[in-house]
Nanobody, 125 residues
Framework: QVQLVESGGGLVQPGGSLRLTCSDS????????VAWFRQSPGKDREFVAA????????KYADSVKGRFSISRDRAGNTISLQMNNLTPDDTAVYYC??????????????????WGQGTQVTVSA
């Protein structure tokens, strides 16, 4: 059974950086596609970034392009989200997601099968 676990969240000042990581309880996640989403209070879960071995080119939300980078180690054990130049608008709970195959509507959180419990990111002076 897949159990995604995120870590790396915390409090950071505007302009700072954080690196989130996600793993399947230390095991290799075999699915082709992984993603990060985020959710703020009162808002819907929002797509951030996605990676697929089969597609190679990552996908990013416009709001994070040029600042965030998603990566996955070759063994598939760890999925990372490097976040730079953070702003207060990036404050949210960040979730790792996975699925067996890539989906064309990857930005829709409903198509993802596996989820972590989330990690809080707070950007504040």
């Amino acid at each position: 059974q897949v159990q995604l676990v995120e870590s790396g969240g915390g409090l950071v000042q505007p302009g700072g950086s954080l690196r989130l990581t996600c793993s399947d309880s230390g095991r290799t996640f075999d699915g082709d596609a992984v993603a990060w989403f985020r959710q703020s209070p009162g808002k819907d879960r929002e797509f951030v970034a996605a990676h697929s071995w089969s597609r190679r080119t990552p996908k990013y939300a416009d709001s994070v392009k040029g600042r965030f980078s998603i990566s996955r180690d070759r063994a598939g054990n760890t999925i990372s989200l490097q976040m730079n130049n953070l702003t207060p608008d990036d404050t949210a709970v960040y979730y790792c997601a996975g699925r067996t195959n890539w989906h064309v509507t990857y930005a829709n959180y409903r198509v993802w099968d596996h989820w972590g419990q989330g990690t809080q990111v707070t950007v504040s002076a």
